[in-house]
Structures are given as structure tokens and as C-alpha cells.
């Protein structure tokens, strides 16, 4: 079967770094998102790593281990409006056809 | 500006009726989805389309229908049948790269409450 995990809840304080964990095991796997979703609001994309290794893109960064079915992402200078939930979804390719498998968020709050 | 709108943002419909919600993109994508979010669980997918007059069951279709006449519109009907249809609900589109890099960009979501 296809499984995603993510810890439910984190805590972290402003202008600190954090690390959000996901874990998976799917087949056809192609590469692994990481989205940012406020309370009520549309998830918004963040990054895509397909190649293992980090990529940094401003304060967030983004890590993948193919071998070891293994991503975090990495929020640096945390602020306020950080507080959100970050879901991480596995990008498989069967049948012809492009699938997203979600985990079921990480809900981050970020304090002063 | 392009982008995914979804109408109404709030519904509210009375048990056994079927309603239908709407999902409009001008980004030119091929590919649209729809999901379905409960509190404490992931997206999970419901229907999918790849191209006009095409379209998939995702994991959870039971009680679901779909359309998909014009590339820009993928709307979604949750029929009587649905068990527990009050969710919050969001619907995305992506290029429709096979096998690539195909990022889904998503709408702002409609909360539907069933009473």
C-alpha cells in the first residue's frame, strides 16, 4: 500500500530553525512535494525534490533520501506567519497517469 | 490574472440533496483534480482528469460525480449517496506532464456543511 508520515504537531520559536520530518513508501514514486497551508486557505506549493540531496530556496529548504523513503523540510528564521500546516506528498506516476499521496500535514506554530 | 477559482466558498445544503460545486482554471492546464480534507487527515483524491471528456476515480469516488466538458471547468457533484459529505473541499490543476515534474497549483477551497 502507499503510506505517508508526518508528525501532527510542532512547536518552534520565532527566529529559530526547524525541521519537519516525512517518511514514505509508495511505488512509482517520482519525487516529493512539500506544501504550506494556512487554516481555511488553498495549500500553496513550496518545492519538489526529485534528484536526493537539499535544495535551498530562500528561508526553506528541502531534502529527499529515495533510498531510505525519507524527506524533511527545513524552515530557517522562523517568523509569525509561519504558523501553518506543511503537508508533504508523495508525486507517483502509474498507469500513464500523475498521482499525489498525502500525508496529513505537520501543524506548526510558531511563538514569540 | 490567471489562476483556480471555486464558488460558493461556504455551502450549505440539507441532507439527501445533491449539490454541485464548481471549479473554473485559466492557467491552460490539462490536468484537474478534485479533494476532499477532514480535519487530521491528508488530501485525499477523488476524482481526476487528464484531458477533456476523460476522467478517473481517485481513492474515495464513492458518492461523487464529475464532469469535464471544456478544459477549463471540472465540476464536482456530491450526490445523496455520500455518507459523510461535509468536508472542505479543494480542486487543482497541473500541466499534465506525464512522468515529470507536474506541480498542481490548487483553488481556494469550498467548505460544504451538510445539516
Known amino acids: 500500500g502507499q503510506n505517508i508520515d508526518q508528525p501532527t504537531e510542532m512547536t518552534a520559536t520565532e527566529g529559530a530553525i526547524v525541521q519537519i520530518n516525512c517518511t514514505y513508501q509508495t511505488s512509482g514514486f517520482n519525487g516529493l512535494f512539500w506544501y504550506q497551508q494556512h487554516a481555511g486557505e488553498a495549500p500553496t506549493f513550496l518545492s519538489y525534490?526529485?534528484?536526493?540531496g537539499l535544495e535551498e530556496k530562500g528561508r526553506f529548504s528541502s531534502f529527499l533520501s529515495r533510498s531510505k523513503g525519507y524527506s524533511y523540510l527545513l524552515l530557517k528564521e522562523l517568523q509569525m506567519k509561519d504558523s501553518a500546516s506543511y503537508l508533504c506528498?508523495?508525486?507517483?506516476?502509474?498507469?500513464?497517469?500523475?498521482?499525489?499521496?498525502f500525508g496529513a500535514g505537520t501543524r506548526l506554530a510558531v511563538h514569540p | 490574472d490567471g489562476g483556480i477559482t471555486q464558488s460558493p466558498k461556504y455551502l450549505f445544503r440539507k441532507e439527501g440533496q445533491n449539490v454541485t460545486l464548481s471549479c473554473e482554471q485559466n492557467l491552460n492546464h490539462d490536468a484537474m483534480y478534485w479533494y476532499r480534507q477532514d480535519p487530521g487527515q491528508g488530501l485525499r483524491l477523488i476524482y481526476y482528469?487528464?484531458?477533456?471528456?476523460?476522467?478517473q476515480k481517485g481513492d474515495i469516488a464513492e458518492g461523487y460525480s464529475v464532469s469535464r466538458e471544456k478544459k477549463e471547468s471540472f465540476p464536482l457533484t456530491v450526490t445523496s449517496a455520500q455518507k459523510n459529505p461535509t468536508a472542505f473541499y479543494l480542486c487543482?490543476?497541473?500541466?499534465?506532464?506525464?512522468?515529470?515534474?507536474?506541480?498542481?497549483?490548487f483553488g481556494p477551497g469550498t467548505r460544504l456543511t451538510v445539516l
Open positions: 506528498a508523495a508525486h507517483l506516476f502509474s498507469g500513464g497517469y500523475n498521482k499525489l499521496i
Open positions: 487543482a490543476s497541473s500541466v499534465g506532464t506525464s512522468g515529470y515534474t507536474d506541480t498542481q497549483y
Open positions: 525534490n526529485v534528484l536526493d
Open positions: 482528469s487528464q484531458i477533456v471528456n476523460d476522467f
